[in-house]
């Protein structure tokens, strides 16, 4: 039992809020994806959830999780005030809210990378 927190401790999730019909943020999403691929060490530590406002956004498969908010859910949930955005949480808290102006920024998520 004296092992239970550390096993009960969430890991951490970025939440990325992005329109991909913006190229810029397309590639955003794309070179965060690498990141995670080329990092296991990155992978083992962040969940990253990708939600995309494009609705006609062509699939995305890789290493994120990714999601095409069609209804705006996640958008009205979360209200992020400018795309792209990030959202850290640690379990349902949330630790940090910026826009997301690089992928590195994900590193702000964990306790660094």
């Not at 039992?1 to 397309?26: C, E, H, K, N, Y």
């Not at 995670?36 to 939600?51: G, I, N, Y």
Request: proline share 6%.
């Amino acid at each position: 039992m004296l092992f239970l927190p550390w096993v009960l401790q969430a890991q951490p999730t970025a939440r990325v809020f992005i329109d991909s019909a913006d190229a810029g943020q397309a590639r955003l999403a794309t070179s965060i994806n690498e990141m995670l691929f080329d990092s296991p060490t990155l992978r083992s530590l962040l969940a990253v959830e990708v939600f995309d406002i494009n609705g006609v956004a062509p699939d995305f498969s890789g290493w994120i999780h990714y999601t095409r908010d069609r209804g705006g859910e996640m958008i009205s949930r979360y209200r992020p005030p400018a795309l792209p955005f990030l959202i850290c949480l640690n379990g349902q808290r949330e630790t940090l809210r910026l826009r997301l102006e690089n992928k590195e920024q994900l590193c702000l998520c964990t306790q660094g990378c």
